[in-house]
């Protein structure tokens, strides 16, 4: 019997793994999707939200600021690119001054440091390209960073630290045993745990109802977002937000930790990642609200991510059941809050008596070191080359990944099986092409590494395949067809 048993392994099951699993527990992951950081954490905005937006006294008040300073130390250990960009909040009339002085209130009293209100030269003076302002919250702890790659390192510092992921693996039901603890039941089989966590994202009542009835309903809340070239990536340097409305944050203007530009969301009742003519018409037209020159013929990707938002308008952290613990409700700040979520969620297993003995330190995972070929001076990357050729092959020309990096995250401890798993860990189809050169090349490598036919390697989840079969060769000269 485990210890504990998370269910979902986005950021916030990622985050209570890493947590749980440098204490002497027997842990295990249950993911339903073929990877880690498959769900709502791979499609959001990318903040590190300073804090200063949720309500004082909510449980995203307190977990946002605390979130937003661990988040800082775990990036630095794990190795995950996070930038200190700050945010502005923009005034345009009048009647929004007011708005600002709000959220400048309201994060003095999260405990949100070194805020301030701008002027509209103030602000016109550090962003050129935006429109005229009466006045902005200026929020230089506010960061940018790389999602995926977050929740990525966390479940991956987790595993080496001994958790055990199990991949493809959706819970269906639960039942309480006798004595205590649960039985889980899912698609690879059952799992027994003294304490269930449910990190399930926007399904998080669905796992909620296999052990008690719903207390709380979830209303799915899409976002839609262009992602913009390199070449447009310096038309801000901070994260440039609206005022807040019932809507939510607004549609934001962000550098992205790449050097791209992200430009969304919109806010629509709809549990579908799909993206819509019109939900992107309407972040087109609030976003030059903010910069009017914003060119989105630059956009190289469009995405959406579902936000899941409940009636209860705050994070849902509860005891679904004894020994079933609901880290739900993980609207934005979520992302942020994650790490603090997870430091919250073990104080309330402790208290239903788990024991968080922590292991000695010297057992525990190394801190996590990528190499980004690209980042390395020309000399180091000689050098790199000649040790391991496989650097000197450059696989996706757009990013100038290599090789060598998409073989090294293969042998990681979480490795790819997808064309988009190697993209999250390497890079390799971020950029302007998305994909359409290296894809092939990255297949071949995959099918190459994990020993499998290119058949059976998908695009991102399971069932995406690329390849279906082989086609009829065309006959040789004066020969028959094979
Ligand atoms: C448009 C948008 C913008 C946002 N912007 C920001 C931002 O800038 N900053 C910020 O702090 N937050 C932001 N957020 C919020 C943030 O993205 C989420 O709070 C966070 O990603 C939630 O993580 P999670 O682990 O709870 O959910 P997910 O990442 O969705 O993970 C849940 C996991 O559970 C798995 N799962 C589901 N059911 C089962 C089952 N039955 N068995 C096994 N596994 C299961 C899923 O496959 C999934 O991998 C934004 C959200 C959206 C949608």
């Not at 005229?132 to 991956?156: D, F, G, H, R, T």
């Not at 791209?260 to 990642?273: F, K, Q, R, Y």
């Not at 070191?369 to 040790?387: D, H, N, V």
Request: glycine content about 10%; hydrophobic content about 45%; overall charge neutral.
């Amino acid at each position: 019997m485990y210890d504990v048993a998370i269910i979902g392994c986005g950021v916030v099951g990622a985050a209570a793994a890493q947590y749980l699993a440098r204490r002497r527990l027997r842990l295990c992951v249950l993911e339903a999707e073929n990877d880690v950081a498959d769900g709502t954490t791979k499609a959001n905005s990318a903040i590190l939200h300073a804090g200063y937006d949720p309500a004082p006294g909510t449980l995203m008040a307190r977990l946002n600021v605390r979130g937003a300073a661990l988040a800082r130390e775990l990036c630095a250990v794990l190795d995950v690119p996070r930038k200190e960009t700050g945010s502005l909040v923009l005034a345009f009339a009048p009647e929004e001054v007011p708005h600002v002085e709000e959220l400048y209130r309201r994060g003095l009293a999260n405990g949100v440091e070194g805020l301030r209100i701008l002027s509209g030269e103030e602000v016109a003076a550090l962003e050129p390209n935006l429109a005229p302002v009466q006045a902005a919250l200026l929020a230089p702890s506010a960061a940018i960073v790389n999602p995926w790659e977050y929740a990525l390192a966390l479940a991956e510092n987790a595993v080496e630290n001994g958790a055990e992921l199990q991949l493809n693996c959706p819970v269906t039901g639960a039942q309480p045993l006798d004595g205590g603890g649960w039985r889980l039941h899912t698609a690879r089989g059952e799992v027994d745990a003294r304490f269930v966590v449910n990190a399930a994202g926007v399904a998080a009542q669905r796992v909620h109802e296999m052990a008690a009835p719903a207390n709380f309903r979830t209303v799915p809340c899409r976002g839609e977002y262009y992602l913009l070239d390199k070449s447009a990536g310096g038309t801000v340097q901070h994260v440039i937000f609206q005022c807040p409305s019932k809507e939510g944050k607004g549609v934001l203007v962000a550098p992205t930790v790449h050097g791209n530009l992200i430009v969304g969301p919109n806010a629509e009742d709809a549990d579908s990642t799909a993206n819509t003519a019109q939900g992107l018409a309407q972040v087109a037209e609030k976003a030059r609200r903010s910069v009017p020159g914003l060119d989105l013929s630059a956009s190289i990707r469009n995405f959406a991510g579902v936000r899941a938002n409940t009636d209860r308008g705050d994070f849902v952290i509860q005891w679904a059941a004894p020994g079933f613990l609901d880290l739900a409700g993980m609207q934005s700040p979520g992302l942020t809050a994650a790490p603090a979520v997870a430091e919250y969620a073990a104080g309330l297993l402790e208290e239903a008596g788990l024991v968080l003995a922590e292991k000695p330190a010297e057992t525990l995972a190394v801190p996590r070191k990528k190499i980004r070929f690209r980042e390395l001076s020309r000399s180091e990357q000689a050098a790199l080359i000649a040790r391991q050729p496989a650097y000197g092959r450059v696989i996706c020309r757009c990013e100038t990944i290599t090789e060598g990096e998409i073989l090294a995250a293969c042998r990681e401890p979480i490795p790819p099986c997808s064309i988009d798993g190697v993209k999250r860990r390497a890079g390799a189809g971020m950029g302007r092409c998305q994909g359409g050169f290296c894809s092939p090349r990255v297949l071949e490598i995959l099918s190459r590494e994990l020993g499998r036919s290119p058949l059976d390697i998908p695009q991102d989840k399971a069932g995406s395949f690329i390849l279906t079969g082989r086609t009829k060769q065309a006959p040789a000269k004066g020969g028959e067809a094979q």
